[in-house]
């Protein structure tokens, strides 16, 4: 019994290494250079100091409020709309195969072509947003110029690029409930929606429940598609913590962005881990 149980453990050897040099050892390294203000050639150990310079930057805590914003307001729209959308594909329309196909497009495309169009798209005078505003007799909107409004206008795009992958997630879900249930719901006289609140919504738990963590994950870290936007702007509107950091690196302190990606590794995991053990408890049940 030991020496099968030694055999199975070689098989695992392999994925165990590549974990281990390309995550578990970056990951101390990173944790021992946050402690140090460092260049290429050498470093000297400065203790927590990074870690309290970028909790008195001023530019931090907005980016710590901007993050959540983002994460929450993407994730929220994503798994809403996803699923109502993955509700109309998988009911009986001639075109759903071509509705599906359009759905998943925005998927297919690169980050920073998205971030590209929709800035042109949303330029204040000449974008394609404004000048169906101005036809229609309205004022101007300037999307990602307005403090108040281009964080907004950034989560607008990123949920128009991710809401395809959402809505496959969902899908699959969906068409994996037995169909018995429903023929039993119809038998019981449930209509439309009693059977989606009642059948679909708790046995679509799996899918939702991936979709919650990934948008999440993915809202929490996002970088590239705001930077190709706004640059973390006007001002520090649509800083996040990606963003803080790359300027901080960009601007030569790597100490001190070492020091903001390990705080957003843990920022990101105290917020998932417990919400990913809260969502499989509630699974079970």
Not at 149 to 175: P, Y
Not at 200 to 225: C, E, M, W
């Amino acid at each position: 019994m030991k020496k099968n149980n030694i055999y199975s453990i070689w098989f695992a050897v392999p994925a165990l290494s590549l974990f281990t040099i390309f995550f578990i050892v970056p990951m101390f390294i990173s944790f021992f250079f946050s402690l140090t203000v460092w260049n290429l050639k050498s470093f000297t150990f400065c203790g927590l100091d990074n870690f309290k310079l970028f909790f008195t930057e001023h530019s931090m805590n907005l980016s710590v409020r901007n993050t959540l914003v983002y994460a929450f307001v993407t994730c929220s729209v994503k798994l809403i709309l996803s699923f109502f959308i993955a509700i109309l594909l998988s009911s009986s329309l001639k075109t759903k195969n071509i509705l599906r196909a359009v759905v998943f497009f925005p998927t297919l495309v690169s980050t920073i072509a998205v971030g590209i169009t929709f800035s042109a798209l949303m330029h204040p005078t000449k974008g394609l947003f404004n000048v169906i505003l101005q036809s229609l007799g309205m004022t101007p909107v300037d999307w990602l110029g307005n403090t108040k409004l281009a964080l907004f206008s950034v989560a607008f795009t990123d949920i128009w690029k991710g809401v395809g992958i959402a809505t496959v997630i969902f899908l699959s879900g969906i068409q994996s409930i037995s169909r018995d249930y429903y023929e039993a719901a119809v038998i019981d006289g449930a209509n439309y929606v009693q059977r989606i609140c009642f059948i679909t919504v708790p046995l679509s738990k799996p899918a939702r429940n991936s979709i919650i963590i990934l948008a999440l994950i993915g809202g929490l870290k996002s970088f590239d598609l705001i930077w190709t936007m706004t640059g973390g702007g006007p001002g520090f509107a649509t800083d996040v913590l990606a963003s803080v950091i790359y300027k901080q690196y960009a601007a030569g302190f790597y100490g001190l962005s070492t020091a903001g990606n390990v705080i957003m590794f843990v920022f990101i995991t105290a917020i998932v881990l417990p919400l990913q053990r809260y969502l499989i408890k509630k699974e079970e049940q």
